[in-house]
């Protein structure tokens, strides 16, 4: 075999290979769960099956900072306001912030949210168990709030108000598709936990 031929024997190989992880990363749901994106497992296995309570579209808007009754620090998991309509159809006023326009909630936190305007009696603080305690130990560290805090009335995302439908995973690594099916594979034959390397 000439040189040249085995050039392009390996690059054909390579290609194909690359070809077929692509295909298997396009077929792949893109995860719209946390759990799911963390533990790079399928939606199709593991998301929803049923669409989501309709939520009232008043009940997720936010209200400014002088006004709340509650205000809430959180993550991904609070940007769609969903669970914070259940605060509003009880009565409340809610106002919502996130950790990454924040930080951290330094030893100022109470009194830069007071000079803020916030009147209310109440604060929540929602964070994904794996980085509440880095948050919790980095806040502890700081001694001033670093920027004034932002609340916007509408939700960061908008609450899916339907099971999501196909659609080609464009967007994801090259990798994705391969380690999703070696992650499902693993659960499926596994009878209790999974720990994945």
Known sequence: MTPAR??????????LVIVA?????????APYGDLTRIGRLSDADFGWRAPP??????????VPLAEADVVVVGDSFSMTHRWQSKL?????????????QIGWLCEDFTPWIRK?????????????????GERLDKGAQCKAMPRE???????FLEPLELVPAF???????????????????????????????
């Open 6 to 15: 085995s050039w392009l024997s390996f690059f054909l190989v390579g290609f």
């Open 21 to 29: 992880m692509l295909i298997v990363t396009l077929f792949t749901p």
């Open 53 to 62: 309570p309709v939520v009232d579209k008043a009940a997720v808007q936010g």
């Open 88 to 100: 509003v159809q009880q009565g409340y006023k809610v106002s919502t912030m996130y950790w990454g």
């Open 116 to 132: 803020a305007g916030f009147k209310g009696q109440l604060i929540v603080v929602e964070s994904v168990e794996r980085l509440l």
């Open 149 to 155: 805090p932002q609340v916007k009335a509408k939700p």
């Open 167 to 197: 659609a080609l995973n464009w967007e994801a690594k090259l990798t994705t598709g391969v380690i999703t099916w070696a992650n499902m594979q693993k659960v499926r034959k596994s009878a209790g936990d999974t720990i994945y390397a």
